[in-house]
């Protein structure tokens, strides 16, 4: 079965430390990941997906394959990243797209 | 305004009481999602449309119905099946189909059960 594993329920780290949040992922087939954040009292939205390859607020992930992970990292953290980080996987067949999340991790930056 | 209107943010329900809960989009999105989102247990999904008149049951579907009538409208109606309805719900949409399927999330709704 597909699966999105969030291993930390919480990260907590300085401000200017360097930020890596963890995602493993279970698929046989071709993946699809991205990751949303929710800042506080907003909208869950994108954050960044593997396919575009690229860095939003810092912000880069991944996808390696052999270990199936899809890890989040920023080199240094700021105040205004804490939220609550969610690791998702887009999978379907037949036309039928599903999008599977994980548990979320928040992060907290610590001034 | 682009976007998913969902209502109404916040519902209060006795036990035995069916509630529906209304998600709009003006996107001309395909595909419309259901999750359910609880501490610590991150969103799961209930059920999902690629396209209008069909749906299907997503993770924890029991206890739950909807209806896509419309390309823009995806109601999800909590019965009284449900056994623990009080979450947050989220609706969110997307063009559907695989390559970035990218979803767009609504404000969701609090549905608390007394």
């Known amino acids: 079965a597909q699966r999105v594993t969030q291993p930390e329920k919480l990260l907590s780290v300085f401000k200017g430390a360097p930020v890596e949040l963890k995602c493993n992922y279970s698929?046989?087939?071709?993946?699809?990941l991205f990751w949303y954040v929710q800042y506080s009292r907003q909208r869950l939205q994108l954050l960044l997906r593997?396919?575009s390859r690229e860095s939003i607020k810092g912000f880069t992930a991944d996808l390696n394959k052999g270990e199936t992970s899809f890890h989040l990292k920023k080199p240094f953290a700021q105040e205004e990243d804490s939220a609550m980080y969610y690791c998702?996987?887009?999978?379907?067949?037949?036309?039928?797209?599903?999008?599977?999340f994980g548990i979320g991790t928040k992060l907290q930056v610590i001034p | 305004d682009g976007g998913i209107t969902q209502s109404p943010k916040y519902l209060f329900r006795k036990e035995g009481q069916n509630v529906t809960l209304s998600c709009e989009q003006n996107l001309n999105h395909d595909a419309m999602y259901w999750y359910r989102q609880d501490p610590g247990q991150g969103l799961r999904l209930i059920y999902y449309?690629?396209?209008?008149?069909?749906?299907q049951k997503g993770d924890i579907a029991e206890g739950y119905s909807v209806s896509r009538e419309k390309k823009e409208s995806f109601p999800l109606t909590v019965t009284s099946a449900q056994k623990n309805p009080t979450a947050f719900y989220l609706c969110?949409?997307?063009?559907?189909?695989?390559?970035?399927?990218?979803?767009?999330f609504g404000a969701g709704s609090r549905l608390t059960v007394l």
């Open positions: 593997h396919i």
């Open positions: 449309s690629q396209i209008v008149n069909d749906f």
């Open positions: 998702a996987l887009s999978h379907g067949s037949g036309g039928y797209q599903k999008v599977t």
């Open positions: 969110a949409s997307s063009w559907g189909g695989s390559g970035a399927n990218v979803l767009t």
């Open positions: 698929y046989s087939g071709s993946p699809e």
